[in-house]
Nanobody, 124 residues
């Protein structure tokens, strides 16, 4: 099973950038679609981005499209979320998730494994 640990969160000014990482210490990373989700203060968890097991398919939430980029490095068992042009409304705890699927389109639901989250705060 996947064992996920996120890192890279922190405090950044509006307009700045951060790169989040999610490392999987399990043995089946290449079989998993990976996703990033976030929980903003007082809000439900929402989908941010996902990438297929092969890296060939990606999907983004409307609020981050064009600003965030998801990628994966199979050799490092790590998925990344590059966040640019950050806005105060991006302030949230960011979680990565994994699910075992070989679908080309990674999907926004059905994630089985989760990390503990990393906090991102964007100041105005």
């Amino acid at each position: 099973q996947a064992q996920l640990v996120e890192s890279g969160g922190g405090l950044v000014q509006a307009g700045g950038s951060l790169r989040l990482s999610c490392a999987d210490s399990g043995r089946a990373f290449s079989n998993y679609a990976m996703g990033w989700f976030r929980r903003r203060p007082g809000k439900e968890r929402e989908f941010v981005a996902a990438i297929s097991f092969s890296g060939g398919g990606t999907d983004y939430g409307d609020s981050v499209k064009g600003r965030f980029t998801i990628s994966r490095d199979t050799a490092k068992n790590t998925v990344y979320l590059q966040m640019t042009n950050l806005k105060p409304e991006d302030t949230a705890v960011y979680y990565c998730g994994a699910k075992g699927t070989w679908a080309v389109v990674p999907g926004r639901a059905g994630y089985d494994y989760w990390g503990q989250g990393t906090e991102v705060t964007v100041s105005s």
